[in-house]
C-alpha cells in the first residue's frame, strides 16, 4: 500500500495523516475528551447533583423508603426547648421581703401630725380654716372636717403618732402581695425570700400561704386591728388613720425579675440537648407510613448536610469506576474484537450516546420520582424508568451498522445499567433489569429496516423490562403487590420513550457524525434519490447492474450475517461514477465500442475516471462512508486484464515493456465484510451475462472462478471475510443466479424460429462481428 492509499484510508477511517505533532494534538485532544466525558458522567450520577430531595410534610405518607447514608446525631430541638422551658418553669422564684414598710407609713402619718402640732402651736395660732387648707394641700387629700376638728383639739398629737407607730409594727411580719393571683400562686408552689436589709438571714425557702396577704386583706385586717387597738380614738380620726395607711401601704413581697429570671436560665442551661441517633443503613422512614415529626427532623438532617468529606470520596470512587470501566471497556473491545471500528468517530459515536443516555435517564428519573410525589405513587417504582437501554440500541443502530458486532452496545449497556442502578439505589436487581433492556434494545435494533422498526424495538425493550419487574421486587425482598403493576408500567413507558428518542436522535446522529445508519440506508435504498434517478437514465445499464449486483450482494450478507441493507445500497451507488462517460463501459454500449479508437492506456484512465467521479458525487450528496467504500473499493487494486493484454501486445511489437501497476486501480482493498461481498458480486453479475444458456453446473463453476481469482489477487485480504464465509457467499450468489434471475424459459415456436435463421444470417457472414470485452465493463 502506498503512502497516498494510505492516507486514504486513514481519511476514510477518520484517523490524523499529517504528522506527528498534529498527531499528538489529536491524542491531546482526545484525552481531554475523555476526561470532560468522565466528568460530566460524574456529576451527572453524583448523588449531591440532579437528584431531588425528598422532604415529605409532617402527617403525610412516605412515598418511598429512606435509609441513613451514615451515621448521624439529629438535635430534636423542639424537645430539648421544651424541656428547657420546663426545667426553667421548674425553678422556684425569687421574691423581695421589706419587712420595714409599717415603719414607713407610720413615719410618713407621724410626719402629718407633726406639721399639725407644729401649724397649730405657731404663735400666733394661725387662722384654723388656712391651717386646714394647708394641712389638705400637705396630705394631696381633703380630710373629713370633723376628724380634722378631733384632732386640733387633742391635747398631745406626738403621742398619737407614737400609738399609731406602735399599733402598725404588731404588723411587721406579714408578708403583703400585690393581689389574690400571686398570693394563689405562692400559696401552691415553692419560692424563695430575700429579706431586705437582713444580710445574715437574708434567704430562706418559702411554701403556702402562710404569712401571706394581698393588700386588699392587709387593709381589711388593718381595720379589725384598729377597732380594738386604736378604739379610744374619735371614730373620724381612726378614719383618717386608716385612709393614710390605705395609701402609703404597698406590697412587701415583691417578685425579684432578674435574680428569678437568672435562676431559671441556670436551670435551662443544665438541661442537655435531645438527639436522634441515626445510625448508617438504618431505616428512617418506610414506604407508606405516616410522617412524624422525628422522621421530618432525620430527613431534614440527611438532606442539609448531604455535603460532607465522605460524599466527596464517594464522588472521587464513582469517578474513577467510570475512568477504569470505560478505558478497560475500550481495551476489551478492542483486543476480543478484530471487527470492532478502530476509528476516533466511534469512540466519539459511542461517548456522545453514553451522555445523552445519562442526561435524559437522569430526567425521566427525577421526572418519575416528581410524579411519584404528586400522585401518591410508591417512589421506588420510578427505578423502572430511566432510559439505560436507550445507550445500547443507539450503538446497535450506529455502530453495529457500521461493523455488524453488537459489542459496543453491549458495553455501553453494562455501563448504563451500572450508573442508572447506583443512581435509583436498587442494587443489583436493579441492575440485572437494565441488562435486560439492554440486550434486547442491542439486539433489537442490530437490523433495522424500516423507520417504525425503532418503534418496534421500544417495544419489545419495555415488554422485557415489565417481564424482569417481577424478578426484580422478589430479589429485593417484597412481596407481590399491585404495585408491580405499576412497575411494569414504568417499565413499559420506559420502552416507548426509548423508541420516541430514537426516531427524534437518530438524524441528529447522522448529521452530527456524518454516520449511515439503517435509517438512513432505506431512505438511499429508494428509487426515487436523485443520483439514482440520474443513473436509470443517463446509464441505464449501469442502473440495471446495479439493481442486479444488489440483489446478489443482499443474499451474500444475509448468509454471513453482515448488513444486508447496506450491502443493498453500497451496491446500487457504486458505479455512480459511470454516468459522466456511460458509452465508455459496455453494459451501456449498443453498437461501435469507442474503445477500439483509444490506446490501451488511454482507455484505463477513462475506466478508472469512474471511481473519482463517483467519489464526488458521494461526497456532493453526503451519502456517508458505506457508500464511499463501496466507490473506492469495489474493483480494489486489481488489473484491468483486458487493457493490460492489448498494451502489451502492442508494446511486444514495439519492442517496449509495460508495467503493470499502471493498469491497476488505485484501491484501496474493501475493508468490510460488505466492501468483499460488493467486489466479488460486481465481477459474478458481470460474468454471468455473458453466458448465453447457464446452467446450475455452469453458473456455479463461474461464481468459484471468479471469487477463487480474487482470492488469489489478494483483493480479499482487509475485509476480514473468513474461507467458510466466503463459501457461503459463493453459496448465496449461485442460488440467486441460478434460481432468480438466470434460469432458462421454455421459447416460443416462433422465437425458436428467428434464431435459427438469424444463426444461419450470422453463418453466412461469418467472423469478425465485434463483441464487447467483459473487461471493458470496469
Known amino acids: 500500500m502506498g503512502p497516498e492509499r494510505e492516507k486514504w484510508v486513514d481519511r476514510l477511517r477518520g484517523r490524523p495523516v499529517d504528522g506527528a505533532g498534529l498527531l499528538s494534538l489529536t491524542v491531546l485532544f482526545d484525552l481531554s475528551m475523555f476526561v470532560l466525558l468522565v466528568v460530566l458522567l460524574t456529576v451527572i450520577f453524583s448523588p449531591v447533583v440532579l437528584r431531588p430531595l425528598y422532604l415529605p410534610q409532617v402527617g403525610d405518607i412516605a412515598t418511598r423508603d429512606i435509609k441513613a447514608d451514615r451515621d448521624l446525631l439529629v438535635e430534636d430541638a423542639e424537645t430539648t426547648k421544651k424541656r428547657r422551658q420546663e426545667a426553667a418553669t421548674a425553678a422556684v422564684p425569687v421574691y423581695d421581703w421589706d419587712p420595714g414598710m409599717m415603719e ?27 391651717m386646714r387648707d394647708a394641712f389638705f394641700e400637705r396630705l394631696e387629700d381633703v380630710v373629713d372636717e370633723s376628724a380634722f376638728t378631733a384632732m386640733l383639739g387633742m391635747n398631745e398629737l406626738a403621742g398619737l403618732a407614737t400609738e399609731i407607730s406602735t399599733w402598725l409594727s404588731e404588723h411587721n411580719q406579714i408578708r403583703v402581695v400585690s393581689g389574690p393571683e400571686v398570693l394563689n400562686d405562692l400559696a401552691n408552689n415553692s419560692f424563695v425570700i430575700h429579706a431586705m436589709g437582713d444580710e445574715a438571714n437574708r434567704t430562706t425557702a418559702g411554701s403556702g400561704a402562710t404569712g401571706l396577704m394581698d393588700l386588699v386583706g392587709m387593709r381589711r385586717m388593718l381595720e379589725k386591728s384598729a377597732e380594738q387597738r386604736l378604739a379610744h380614738l374619735p371614730e373620724a380620726v381612726r378614719k383618717w388613720i386608716l385612709d ?78 467510570l475512568l477504569l470501566f470505560m478505558w478497560l471497556g475500550r481495551k476489551f473491545l478492542l483486543t476480543t474484537s478484530m471487527d470492532f471500528p478502530k476509528d476516533r468517530k466511534t469512540l466519539y459515536i459511542l461517548g456522545t450516546i453514553l451522555l ?11 421526572i418519575g420520582q416528581g410524579l411519584a410525589e404528586i400522585f401518591g405513587w410508591p417512589a421506588r417504582m420510578a427505578a423502572y424508568l430511566p432510559l439505560a437501554a436507550f445507550g445500547s440500541a443507539m450503538a446497535s443502530l450506529t455502530i453495529g451498522a457500521r461493523a455488524g458486532i453488537p459489542g459496543g452496545a453491549l458495553m455501553l449497556g453494562a455501563i448504563l445499567s451500572f450508573l442508572c442502578a447506583l443512581e435509583s439505589d436498587g442494587g443489583l436487581p436493579i441492575f440485572l433489569y437494565f441488562m435486560v433492556g439492554s440486550l434486547v434494545g442491542g439486539a433489537n435494533l442490530r437490523v433495522c429496516r424500516k423507520r417504525y ?61 456524518n454516520i449511515t445508519t439503517d435509517s438512513r440506508l432505506l431512505e438511499l435504498a429508494s428509487g426515487d434519490h436523485p443520483l439514482l434517478k440520474s443513473l436509470s437514465l443517463r446509464s441505464p445499464g449501469t442502473y440495471h447492474h446495479s439493481v442486479m449486483m444488489g440483489n446478489l450482494a443482499e443474499a451474500a450478507a444475509e448468509n454471513i450475517g453482515a448488513n444486508p441493507l447496506m450491502a443493498r445500497v453500497m451496491a446500487l451507488y457504486h458505479d455512480v461514477g459511470k454516468m459522466n462517460k456511460p458509452h465508455y463501459f459496455v453494459e451501456n454500449q449498443s453498437g461501435e465500442n469507442r474503445h477500439d479508437h483509444l490506446s490501451p492506456s488511454m482507455s484505463v484512465k477513462v475506466i478508472q475516471g469512474h471511481v473519482k467521479d463517483g467519489v464526488e458525487m458521494v461526497r456532493e450528496y453526503k451519502l456517508g462512508g458505506p457508500i464511499l467504500e463501496a466507490v473506492t473499493t469495489h474493483h480494489g487494486n486489481s488489473l484491468l486484464q483486458y487493457f493490460h493484454n492489448r498494451a502489451v501486445n502492442q508494446a511486444a511489437k514495439r519492442g517496449e515493456k509495460i508495467s503493470e501497476a499502471d493498469f491497476r486501480y488505485p484501491g484501496p482493498k474493501p475493508q468490510s465484510k460488505e466492501g468483499g461481498i460488493l467486489m466479488m458480486a460486481d465481477s459474478v453479475e458481470a460474468a454471468a451475462r455473458t453466458l448465453k444458456t447457464p446452467s446450475p453446473a455452469q453458473i456455479q463453476s463461474l461464481v468459484a472462478r471468479i471469487v477463487a481469482s480474487k482470492i488469489a489477487d489478494g483483493q480479499l485480504q482487509e475485509c476480514r471475510l473468513t474461507l467458510q464465509e466466503i463459501a457461503r457467499i ?33 453463418v453466412g457472414h461469418g467472423p469478425g462481428k465485434p463483441v464487447l470485452s467483459p473487461m471493458a465493463r470496469g
Open 104 to 130: 414607713t407609713v407610720a413615719r410618713r402619718i407621724g410626719e402629718h401630725l407633726k406639721w399639725l402640732e407644729d401649724a397649730r402651736s405657731a404663735t400666733p395660732r394661725p387662722d384654723r380654716d388656712r
Open 453 to 513: 422498526d425503532v418503534l418496534i424495538a421500544g417495544f419489545w425493550i419495555g415488554l422485557s423490562q415489565a417481564i424482569t419487574v417481577p424478578a426484580v421486587e422478589l430479589l429485593s425482598d417484597r412481596s407481590p403487590s399491585w404495585d408491580w403493576m405499576l412497575g411494569a408500567g414504568m417499565a413499559m413507558t420506559s420502552g416507548m420513550l426509548i423508541g420516541l428518542w430514537g426516531l427524534a436522535l437518530i438524524p441528529l446522529f447522522e448529521f452530527l457524525f
Open 356 to 366: 445523552v443516555t445519562s442526561l435524559l435517564s437522569s430526567l425521566t428519573f427525577t
Open 244 to 321: 393614710q395607711v390605705g395609701i402609703y401601704i404597698r406590697p412587701t413581697l415583691v417578685l425579684n425579675l432578674a435574680e428569678t429570671k437568672m435562676r431559671r436560665d441556670q436551670a435551662a442551661a443544665v438541661v442537655d440537648p435531645v438527639f436522634y441517633r441515626v445510625r448508617r443503613g438504618q431505616m428512617v422512614i418506610q414506604e407508606g407510613a405516616e410522617v412524624t415529626d422525628a422522621a421530618r427532623l432525620k430527613i431534614d438532617a440527611l438532606n442539609q448536610n448531604r455535603w460532607t468529606g465522605k460524599m466527596a470520596l464517594n464522588i472521587m470512587g464513582l469517578a474513577m469506576a
Open 730 to 762: 459463493e453459496e448465496a450468489f449461485t442460488r440467486v443466479l441460478t434460481l432468480g434471475f438466470y434460469h432458462r424459459r421454455i421459447e416460443y415456436p416462433d422465437q425458436i424460429k428467428k434464431r435459427t435463421e438469424g444463426a444461419r444470417q450470422h
